[in-house]
């Protein structure tokens, strides 16, 4: 369908797309993936034309129709919703009004064998089979269709654009993008402003689209779901796997190692050229062979490596002050902003070493209800008690705000680097893709991504017992969400994390907090059991099933299974009992870390053995929460 011969791309010295080839077939499901700044949105603006390589060529096969999604689309704000869905039809909708025009020529015409009457059948014909190919009588159910699924109520279908946030009007324009169903459609980041049941939903629409479509993503969980090949941009070529997301994994692993072991071959024969070169340059009679040599040296093709790799970058939080056992407590919380409700009687209590993640739909108010939290948004109703002994880390999306613009990278990271860490900055930035001369840019000259991405490099260097991340994903690639999520899987504080990419969230907390009209309903398990517990291969579902409960029927329930009062009682007993059991388990640890914080611990003759039983200790409690956990969800269940 599509064919990218030979592209070649470079801005002053880099080589950005060198040699890039590959073909796109029609029911193609492709992810484009690499770091930040490999050059995948430039590809894509390639095949769009928007950009000319310096060299190479695209090949097009006749009538391709190609869709763009843009993370910077600009939306008609004087539109309402339905309207710009519906634009997408706006070449079918002139074809019917020009059909009925051809219709009423023909009608008129007195000379059939005429050039002029030939060429109104022509056309007729045409614009007849643009409005069937696209089933003109089915527009408005079509629209309906992918607005909901992309998240709208039939509420809010005929309000204007400008009264959405930039999230939803960029869900307008890929609804509008969907809708005109090209051949080959490009997506760039399209989970960015989705919630986890829209991205649900994208998956199935995408695995069932008849077209070819090129993803790019930094959401393994979305990829894993939706694509059946990999292209994987590294150093200016592209790395053609066809396969599915996790087998490229493994595929990808075993392609580093036999790249590492011909770097090193290659290193090690260009060093040994080298000191034959240097030798025989010394002597007058071979002078003319190591020069021969020297020319045969600069032609060889050097074999690149990545500089980064997942498995060769590991960040740690700093150790955990301790905090007060309980770190807040929440009763009746209600938040309104003028008429509109967004959080009413909520109540919620956070122990110290919670792991907690909120997930809803956009606009339910999960950053809303993080900030009242946290007192940065003043609450409509109910009280809020915060511990003691609090040192709270707060990552908002739009922390990069909050920068000294007159700062360099480094000196932002510096000034909040304890002694001992120092040296272990410019680590922490290359994780998080500031190597080189990026460290001595001023914050004020970063893109929004950059300021974002210091940000959470900035969290690293604090020492924080309580870490509130929103959205802290967004403007991460897959390498440095992998060394996020390492640190924080290791952080013994307490976690609270609003996001949507389920691969960050899976195993990372575990109890999940979801959002919907108001309320808060409590799941004891991370995002991955909250979605089985939901029982429904979309969440979108449930939305549609409520919708469409024909008034005054009731709903069937399923009846719990009854339980005899000694079952109870034996459920409730298991809880306690593992509550008890925690209890315990937390006391000797606590008693043991304040022997072992002692300055003279470590030469004690015993250090070795407390060592032993500390870790011990922790893998008991460990155990102790997992049977725990289990008790509360059969007790639930009753």
Not at 66 to 72: A, K, R, S, T
Request: proline residues 2%; negative net charge; glycine residues 6%.
């Amino acid at each position: 369908m599509i064919h990218l011969k030979n592209i070649f791309l470079q801005y002053g010295d880099r080589k950005l797309l060198n040699d890039v080839s590959f073909l796109i077939k029609p029911s193609d499901k492709i992810a484009l993936i690499g770091k930040n700044g490999v050059g995948k949105t430039t590809l894509f603006k390639i095949i769009t034309r928007e950009i000319t390589a310096d060299g190479g060529h695209v090949e097009f096969q006749n009538e391709v129709s190609i869709g763009y999604l843009d993370q910077y689309l600009e939306a008609n704000d004087t539109k309402t919703v339905w309207e710009v869905a519906r634009s997408a039809f706006d070449e079918v909708l002139a074809s019917e009004a020009k059909l009925e025009d051809l219709q009423r020529q023909m009608e008129e015409a007195t000379e059939f064998e005429s050039a002029a009457y030939l060429q109104i059948i022509e056309d007729y014909n045409v614009h007849l089979e643009r409005v069937n190919g696209l089933d003109a009588d089915r527009i408005d159910k079509r629209i309906e269709l992918i607005l909901k699924g992309l998240g709208f109520d039939r509420s809010e279908f005929h309000r204007p654009m400008h009264t959405f946030s930039g999230g939803w009007k960029m869900r307008a324009q890929f609804a509008q993008l969907l809708l005109k169903e090209p051949s080959l459609l490009l997506l760039d980041e399209p989970t960015n402003h989705l919630d986890i049941e829209a991205i649900i939903w994208l998956e199935e629409y995408i695995r069932e689209y008849p077209g070819a479509i090129i993803l790019i993503s930094h959401d393994k969980a979305f990829l894993r779901n939706t694509a059946s090949r990999i292209l994987e941009l590294e150093l200016g070529k592209v790395y053609d796997y066809q396969l599915s997301y996790d087998k490229y994994e493994v595929e990808k692993v075993e392609r580093r190692a036999i790249q590492e072991s011909a770097f090193r071959n290659q290193q090690k024969s260009i060093a040994e050229k080298e000191r034959t070169i240097k030798r025989f340059m010394a002597k007058a009679t071979k002078t003319s062979m190591a020069q021969s040599m020297k020319k045969q040296l600069d032609k060889m093709e050097r074999i690149e490596l990545d500089e980064t790799s997942n498995s060769t970058l590991r960040m740690r939080f700093l150790p955990v002050p301790r905090s007060g056992r309980t770190v807040l407590k929440a009763q009746g919380i209600g938040k309104s902003f003028g008429e509109k409700k967004v959080l009413e009687n909520i109540d919620l209590q956070i122990d110290r070493g919670d792991r907690l993640c909120i997930v809803g739909q956009n606009g339910q108010g999960k950053t809303t209800l993080a900030r009242v939290l946290l007192g940065h948004l003043d609450k409509s109703a109910g009280d809020i008690e915060m511990g003691t002994q609090l040192s709270i880390g707060y990552y908002a999306q739009n922390q990069s705000d909050e920068l000294d613009g007159d700062e360099t990278v480094l000196e932002s990271m510096d000034r909040r680097a304890p002694e001992g860490m120092r040296l272990r900055v410019r680590s922490v930035l290359g994780a998080f893709m500031f190597s080189g001369e990026d460290v001595e840019k001023k914050i004020s000259v970063l893109s929004g991504g950059e300021k974002a991405r210091l940000a959470l490099a900035r969290m690293l260097m604090e020492p924080l017992n309580v870490l509130v991340l929103d959205e802290p994903t967004n403007h991460l690639d897959m390498v440095s969400k992998d060394v996020l999520k390492s640190a924080l899987m290791e952080y013994e504080g307490t976690l609270i994390v609003v996001s949507h990419d389920r691969d960050f969230l899976a195993d990372l907390t575990s109890t999940t907090i979801e959002l919907k009209d108001q309320k808060m309903r409590k799941f004891l398990g991370d995002v991955n059991y909250f979605l089985e517990k939901k029982n429904l291969e979309s969440l979108r579902a449930v939305a549609m099933q409520e919708s469409d409960e024909q008034p005054g029927k009731a709903a069937v329930k399923t009846p719990k299974p009854i339980l005899s009062r000694d079952d109870r009682r034996a459920l409730q007993k298991a809880v306690k009992t593992a509550e008890k059991n925690m209890g315990k388990l937390e006391l000797q640890i606590k008693k043991l870390e304040e022997v072992m914080a002692e300055p003279d611990f470590y030469l004690s003759p015993d250090a070795e053995e407390k060592s032993k039983q500390y870790g011990a200790l922790k893998q008991s409690l460990s155990e102790a929460e997992d049977k725990w956990l289990i008790a509360v969800q059969e007790a639930e269940a009753i």
